[in-house]
């Protein structure tokens, strides 16, 4: 029986460590208060307004297997959903913004002010931007008037109306976002930026209501508290928390302060994002000469003559050129992982880690002033530093955050500093001139030519084996098995941005629609943001029905940066391009599967965000389970099944380079929350002064001098895990334990994996965040997480798991 490689760790230490890991999600899972619906309205599409966020669009982490899809920019695009159209529309797609009364005879045609049943993605321009920003505002203003004064401590009277009033903006700032992420024009940066100031205007006005908010202080304070449902209560344990972090106490003085910092941190994430993108799209290389590339593999090849024939070079092909290398994700990982030419790989390495770093497009000056507008922040709020402020709705404390890195650094590190040594072994063994002097622009070309002898597995091999639509098909069959739902194709039912956005309909057993989700799946470096993600477009909504019932039906996105289709074949995917897919999809299930009508809290809404990655993650596991991957793993052209031999070897390269994969991830998590807890802006350490301190305790090979990947690091400075990073270590001993729920029952059990599928349905995916996510995992569990699963997962454990 084939085993699977393990790195072994003293049982002694492993037990210590797991004990230890259990007592802190113990001690730090308490019942905190939940994310208000504010936050939606108080971010752009890259930071947060508030000092609490609602968890909307979730990137994906710099790790293993979705790290080359979240190299180059991690979106957060603010949350779109839908005000009911009173249309005669299907009551489960019908939405509608507000008619605006205005003397501006153009909006009428706007179609961002228009009733529709989806939203108009392909006729939505720059110029409806500002008078359709503008003319919403302001009849979102009386609506805002009108609650203030006529406000009661009812449900009826405050949460209906303010749900309905946060609903109409994000009805069209949801779109142009979205657009702003998927079609980037300098028009739309333009029109968004001219009107977003207006816009965060009244969203303070909204966070910091002291008639809405005294309103919530008296349903708690009330005899009705008591017969309100757990769901409400988090509602309004939430919106009385995150008034207080936007500044609703603060005297009038401090209050234009903290205004004034809101406004400017919200222009700087949004100029990070930008310049990021920029950046990554400014560097190119023009080949001609095939000795450069010898090595890249057939459809890295063919991307390359694909984008010369885009840039106007129409005699390109793959075989013969001319080529064109970018720094977007298929095309830089393919030259680390596979170009011979050190030299290239070397000149890539430094332009990318070198983004966003220097001339107009430097966000060195940018990072200083968001840390110092935070540290601002914080004191206006009594907090000692922002990772308080951050902590403040989440389930751990900055102390248990550290505490969990440290734990897993100390059992990443040995594992780590022999796989730097396999890998000068392996070089030596191949007479690499290198081999003395291996660099960063060598770790992946050398780490992929040991995967592939150690366990003969070669990506161009695979790939014909993981074609995206036999992927899809998997997905949802596995969809199926596991949570009693039917997906099918719905294109033409909804307008879409791009002719590669594909529309599906989710069903449950009876037959009726439940869901929708659109999936954008390719690389389009000219307008789109790197990374993978998901985002709601409309989330499930009681108070939201259109027939007052029945509630309104969610909708998401999913959009991913794959290799799109080259040559005539579909698009061909790596294993860890199909592991992405999976990803995102776990997200986009709890946002899909919710059962809860209070749309404060439905889906991903009001989930503590260091418990938000769990579905994602996973999902993740089902890649390595043998029928699941069996049934996505069918080749492109003749439909024969992945030979089982590679299969096994899939299998047992899951755990290569575990320890430095971990590291990588702790790193990013450690100096994200140093630069929120002990660094001074303006003191005697610079930003990579504190990099290369962590690195010291993160990196088996520290990062070269010159090293700015905090300049592209947009996870903490134009998206929402500042001070938050560690969630996606926080949430994979969540997943890794709930999965283990499946293997405990026998994975070739169908029976017993349809009814834990159900189960987890039921809890971890229908209950959104009307419950402490750590309620809903014991709840589901049976039992209180823990930590071994995570460190068996990955290889960092001394039990063996058997092919």
């Known amino acids: 029986m084939k085993m699977r490689t393990t790195l072994h760790i003293p049982n002694r230490v492993l037990f210590l460590l797991a004990a230890l890991l259990i007592i802190d999600m113990l001690m730090a899972s308490r019942i905190s208060l939940s994310r208000s619906i504010h936050p939606i309205l108080k971010r752009s599409p890259y930071s947060h307004l508030g000092p609490k966020q609602f968890p909307k669009s979730h990137p994906c982490p710099l790790w293993s297997s979705s790290f080359s899809f979240c190299l180059q920019s991690f979106h957060k695009s603010t949350t779109s959903s839908f005000f009911p159209s009173l249309s005669s529309s299907p009551c489960y797609a019908s939405f509608s913004s507000p008619s605006v009364a205005t003397p501006d005879d153009t909006l009428p045609s706007n179609p961002l002010l228009q009733d529709f049943e989806f939203p108009p993605f392909d006729i939505v321009d720059a110029k409806h931007v500002r008078p359709g920003i503008r003319a919403l505002l302001k009849k979102l203003e009386s609506d805002l008037d009108e609650l203030e004064r006529t406000v009661e401590p009812s449900w009826p009277k405050l949460v209906e109306p303010l749900e309905k009033i946060i609903d109409q903006l994000v009805v069209a700032w949801g779109v142009i976002n979205h657009l702003k992420s998927v079609k980037d024009t300098p028009e739309l940066r333009a029109a968004i930026e001219e009107v977003q100031p207006e816009k965060v205007k009244f969203q303070l006005r909204l966070g910091q209501s002291k008639p809405i908010y005294n309103a919530f202080k008296a349903i708690q304070d009330s005899r009705q508290w008591q017969s309100l449902s757990n769901a409400q209560k988090r509602i309004v344990e939430s919106q009385i928390k995150e008034a207080v972090l936007n500044g609703v106490a603060l005297e009038d003085d401090k209050r234009k302060e903290f205004n004034k910092i809101q406004q400017e941190l919200e222009r700087l994430s949004q100029k990070f994002g930008e310049n990021v993108l920029d950046a990554t799209k400014k560097f190119e290389k023009f080949i001609t000469d095939e000795k450069e590339i010898e090595g890249l593999p ?60 220097s001339g107009d497009l430097d966000n060195t000056p940018i990072i200083d002033q968001i840390l110092r507008l935070r540290q601002e922040k914080a004191k206006l709020l009594n907090y000692i530093n922002y990772a308080e402020v951050s902590m403040a709705t989440k389930m751990a404390t900055v102390q248990k955050a550290e505490e969990l890195l440290e734990k897993l650094r100390t059992a990443s590190w040995d594992a780590a500093v022999q796989d730097m040594e396999d890998l000068k072994i392996f070089a030596k063994n191949q007479s690499a001139i290198e081999v003395n002097d291996l660099s960063h622009w060598d770790i992946s070309f050398w780490a992929e030519r040991l995967r592939e002898s150690r366990y003969n597995i070669n990506e161009d091999e695979t790939a014909p084996y993981f074609s995206l639509p036999k992927v899809m098909d998997g997905l949802f069959n596995l969809a199926n098995t596991l949570f009693g739902i039917d997906i099918e194709p719905a294109d033409g039912l909804a307008p879409v941005w791009n002719n590669d956005v594909r529309f599906y309909r989710v069903k449950d057993c009876s037959g009726s629609p439940i869901a929708y989700f659109y999936f ?165 350490e610079t930003i990579f002064d504190v990099d290369q301190r962590v690195s010291k305790r993160t990196q088996v090979i520290p990062p070269l001098p010159e090293d700015r990947f905090l300049c592209s ?80 997962h990955s290889g960092l454990s001394s039990v063996t798991a058997s092919a």
Not at 621 to 642: D, F, P, Q, S
Not at 656 to 661: H, I
């Open 298 to 357: 057939a459809t890295a090849l063919a991307l390359a003559a694909q984008t010369a024939v885009s840039k106007g070079h129409k005699e390109a092909t793959a075989e013969n050129g001319p080529w064109i290398i970018t720094l977007d994700a298929p095309s830089f990982i393919s030259v680390m992982q596979h170009a011979q030419n050190r030299d290239l790989r070397e000149e890539f390495y430094r332009a990318y880690v070198t983004r966003a770093s």
């Open 520 to 684: 954008d799946p390719y690389s389009r470096p000219s307008e789109k943001r790197g990374g993978a993600w998901m985002d709601e477009v409309v989330s499930r909504s009681l108070v939201l029905s259109c027939n007052g019932t029945a509630p309104r039906l969610p909708i998401a996105h999913m959009v991913c940066n794959q290799t799109p289709p080259v040559g005539g074949k579909p698009s061909l995917m790596t294993f860890r391009e199909v592991e992405t897919v999976f990803h995102e999809f776990g997200h986009a299930l709890q946002h899909m599967l919710t059962k809860q009508d209070e749309g404060l809290v439905a889906g991903i809404r009001g989930i503590e965000w260091d418990a938000v990655e769990l579905p994602s993650q996973f999902m993740e596991n089902w890649c390595y389970h043998r029928e699941t991957l069996m049934g996505i793993a069918k080749h492109y052209v003749t439909g024969e099944t992945l030979p089982e031999d590679v299969y096994l070897k899939l299998l047992a390269a899951r755990t290569f380079r575990a320890g430095s994969l971990s590291l990588r991830q702790l790193k990013f998590a450690s100096l994200d929350l140093e630069l929120h807890t002990r660094y001074i802006p303006g003191g005697s």
């Open 713 to 792: 690091f947009s996870h903490i400075f134009a998206g929402g895990y500042a001070a938050g990073y560690y969630s996606y270590k926080w949430a994979e001993v969540l997943s890794a334990d709930a999965f283990s729920a499946f293997e405990d029952a026998g994975l070739d059990d169908s029976k017993a994996v349809k009814e834990i599928g159900r189960k987890f349905r039921e809890t971890i995916l229908a209950l959104g965040g009307g419950k402490a996510p750590s309620e809903v995992f014991v709840e589901f569990r049976g039992r209180e997480p823990s930590p071994e699963a995570l460190l068996r």
